[in-house]
């Protein structure tokens, strides 16, 4: 118990410490949907219904082989409720401990699963709770364990208490900071845009001789975006790319996004014919920063010749409709009319229509503005 004593001073030590910070990218880098996600389990679907008195009996009457099901996911379920009712996520995790206490479970995996849930409903009581009772089963914790406790810590924004962690860490001989450890504070000082602290832990970490991996380039290049350090983003990227890493969309649409900041078409450009020649997908999201970048600047005929190379890559209607409603809003603002109507009855051929409210009520104007024309 005297590690347990020794991490629960740390906390207290740091209670009043806590800063208002938000590092929801630390847990679990999943963009989980809790609508659909709710509509196609039963069982969050009967906990969102069931009032707060009822979620534990809820739980009792389920059978205990669904949650060992290969479909079954405690994050999913926590995301879903914490959205819509906070009080019934930490009352799951509740159950969840007590069934584990009860049942003498000594996987360190399903505690630091725990803990780290506890992270994403921001309970660091909690968290340490689940620590301390662990221990007190005669459970030693490991490395990942003590990284879930940091997370949820630094997930609450209590970055003290974090580093007091690692330091316990770093002074002990069974849980030693691993590279998962240095991931969790890169990841913290990446969301809070601290591109100093984050580049510091991510020299520490290849300084004690850990590798990095495409988790931490996300985090390092989100970093340095959101910093508006676009030298940063092109470096992370291109050492990246040197060390055979394949990149990840939301490091894709970052690098994308940055150039576009910069109103570097060239590079916009190239880039594109990267993505599409190594077989990458264009999603909304980079459609919506090109067609931004591109209106911005008056440029119909690049949005023209893109939307060319994006078709003839099959690329989704959707990523096809935003190129199409930036090529008809430039045309309309210039009074090109005859333009506005050949790339509205190009779009109706392809089977697209507008969705946007914005884009609806330019259709309207064009079919005024047309009307008023021919009379």
């Known amino acids: 118990m005297a590690l347990a004593c020794r991490v629960l001073s740390v906390a207290k030590s740091s209670r009043y410490l806590l800063m208002p910070l938000r590092f929801d990218r630390l847990l679990c880098n999943t963009n989980t949907n809790s609508t659909s996600v709710s509509s196609s389990n039963p069982l969050i679907s009967r906990l969102l219904q069931v009032p707060v008195s009822q979620i534990k009996t809820t739980l009792d009457s389920v059978d205990i082989f669904a949650f060992n099901s290969s479909q079954f996911s405690w994050d999913a379920l926590i995301t879903s409720l914490q959205s819509s009712s906070p009080k019934k996520a930490q009352l799951v995790l509740e159950w969840r401990l007590d069934k584990m206490l009860k049942g003498n479970e000594s996987c360190l995996d399903e505690y630091a699963c725990l ?43 209590d970055v003290v208490t974090a580093l007091s962690l690692f330091e316990i860490m770093v002074s002990s001989e069974e849980y030693k900071p691993n590279s998962k450890t240095y991931d969790a504070f890169i990841s913290g000082f990446s969301s809070l845009g601290n591109v100093d602290a984050m580049n510091k832990w991510y020299a520490a970490n290849i300084a004690a001789g850990f590798s990095v991996n495409v988790q931490t380039y996300e985090s390092l290049i989100h970093g340095s975006l959101k910093a508006r350090d676009f030298d940063s983003v092109d470096r992370f990227y291109e050492e990246m790319m040197s060390l055979g890493i394949i990149p990840s969309i939301p490091i894709l649409e970052k690098v994308l996004e940055g150039l576009c900041a910069r109103r570097k078409l060239d590079r916009v450009k190239s880039f594109l014919k990267f993505l599409l020649g190594g077989g990458w997908k264009i999603n909304e ?89 021919d009379k």
């Open 115 to 157: 803990i780290a849930l506890s992270g994403k409903v921001q309970n660091v009581p909690f968290a340490m709770h689940v620590f301390t009772s662990m221990e007190a089963q005669g459970i030693k914790p490991d490395s990942a364990v003590f990284n879930s406790l940091i997370c949820a810590c630094l997930c609450s924004g």
């Open 285 to 373: 999201n980079m459609a919506q920063k090109l067609v931004k970048c591109y209106c911005e600047l008056g440029r119909v005929d690049e949005l023209e010749e893109q939307l060319e190379t994006l078709t003839k890559c099959n690329q989704s209607p959707e990523v096809l409709l935003h190129f199409f409603s930036g090529i008809i809003r430039l045309y309309a603002l210039s009074d090109r009319l005859d333009d506005v109507e050949y790339s509205v009855g190009r779009m109706g051929k392809q089977g697209l229509s507008f969705k946007s409210a914005e884009d609806v009520e330019m259709e309207s104007w064009f079919i005024w503005k047309v009307g008023f024309r």
